[in-house]
């Protein structure tokens, strides 16, 4: 009977779903939410894109980015940052067919990125050192022994010279953790493999899930997470935590220094109990919560999900790219606000003009407030942010918003909405330096606080309006 009544609600107000609306179910009741208008700038890309990474791969303390082609195309390509939010025309280069996971990092320790690229045909990964005149050049090889399903450079043991991950799986072998150790030349040298019991890897997490020092690696499936405990011989000891079909993301969501982990269920999945959105949250003796946070939303069906705090307030939030109910990618975009100890509640749907083959997040501009850069199969798309992201209201209003004189080096003037009823400035570190109540045409003397960046946060009750950053002289 309950999945008779599942089933009919879902039909039903699919037939009221507009282009312009979802529907959102909280704690039993159903909301209307619309989808939010954005700020977007397009640059296109030579070839079909599928994976994507933000670093700064000349030094030049600018965020330029990484393209790489699906399997079947031969090409990828940089771009490199003006420090503003754009970005120059696209460098092009070759690679092999079939390689496509890749990670970026400084191996020889030169200053420059460098290219792990793997390949699910070879077998193993590949090492380009980056020469500081925007080329890649070929390194070595290095087998697994079995299909290469992804890569992730890390400093696993802290001796200062980075090392590689790479997980093999598939054909009928399990997934597996090979550990390849970095020394000062950038060369690799194997240093282990781990099995575990289960098929299928999607991502996987370097963080010190215990509080020991020392990095443990994270390997999210379908169904379970294998946890590989770093021991201080160096060697791994592996632990399973199930996740019943869910995506998974692992970050600290509470501000505790503990990795906790968001998990994603499509909608009205009954085999997780309809949860759309669950957070465990980490414990110190290296389990997660049993009792979770759930968060209801229709009709979601999460594709890529990744933590990152979009309004600089030390709490991420929580943004998928959605399926559609066949599992293939759609134009849309869920961003969750996060609430640290409370989860997460809904922000906003955000549709894009193409379909997201993937995106990552990263701050361009330099001002604490992350882009989201995402891809679709012919173009690159910057999702532009100045805390605006998460405002909670489209009110015109809000963008009349006087904050003066700005730099300042005395009397701070606010000349706000009536909306606003509450009043934060904070450093660039997170740090709470001023609360208030907010009253019409309010001053605030700032000339106690240090020289430097700040930024000043204007609330309705519990919900972010106003974001601005001034200078303080």
Known sequence: MLIRVYKFMKNYLALKLSCYCSLLWFGGNIYAQPVQPINLTTYPIPFGAQKLKAVDINNDRKTDLIVMSNAQETGFATYYGNGDETFGL????????????????????????????????????????????????????????????????????????????????????????????????????????????????????????????LSDVIISTRNWLALFYQQTNGEFLLKYWPLEMALVTIGDINDDKLPDMALGY???????????????????????????????????????????????????????????????????????????????????????????????????????????????????????????????????????????????SNWLFLDLPHAISDIRILDMYGHVHYVSKYTDSLKINIQPLPSGIYIVQGFQKDKLLIVRKIIKL
């Open 90 to 213: 696209p460098q092009s280069y070759q690679k092999e067919l079939n390689f496509v996971n890749f990670d970026v990092a400084d191996l020889n320790n030169d200053g420059y990125m460098d290219l792990v690229l793997s390949s699910y045909w070879f077998n193993g990964f590949k090492t380009y050192f980056g020469d500081g005149n925007q080329q890649f050049l070929f390194s070595d090889s290095y087998d697994m022994g079995a299909h290469a399903t992804g890569v992730t450079i890390s400093d696993i043991d802290n001796d200062g010279f980075l090392d590689v991950l790479g997980i093999t799986s598939g054909s009928g072998n399990p997934v597996t953790l090979n550990v390849f150790k970095g020394d000062k030349s950038g060369k690799l040298h194997s240093a282990g493999k781990y099995p575990t019991l289960l098929s299928g890897n999607l991502n996987t997490y370097v963080v010190d899930k215990n509080g020991d020092k």
């Open 266 to 408: 499509t909608s009205y999945d009954l085999g997780s109990d309809g949860d759309s959105i669950l957070v465990r949250f980490g414990l110190p003796d290296t389990t997660f919560s049993a009792k979770p946070i759930k968060l209801l939303t229709y009709n979601l069906h999460p594709g890529s999900m990744h933590l990152a705090d979009l309004n600089h307030d030390k709490l991420p939030e929580l943004i998928i790219s959605q399926l559609n109910t066949s599992g293939e990618k759609t134009d849309s975009l869920y961003i969750f606000r996060g609430l640290g100890n409370d989860g997460f509640e809904i922000q906003g749907i955000y549709k894009l003009p193409e379909t997201i083959n993937g995106f990552t997040v990263a701050d361009l501009k330099n001002d604490s407030f992350p882009e989201i850069i995402l891809i679709s199969e012919k173009n690159l798309m910057i999702m532009h942010n100045s805390g605006n992201i998460l405002s909670s209201s489209n009110s015109p209003d809000l963008n009349k918003a006087k904050i003066y004189p700005n730099p300042v």
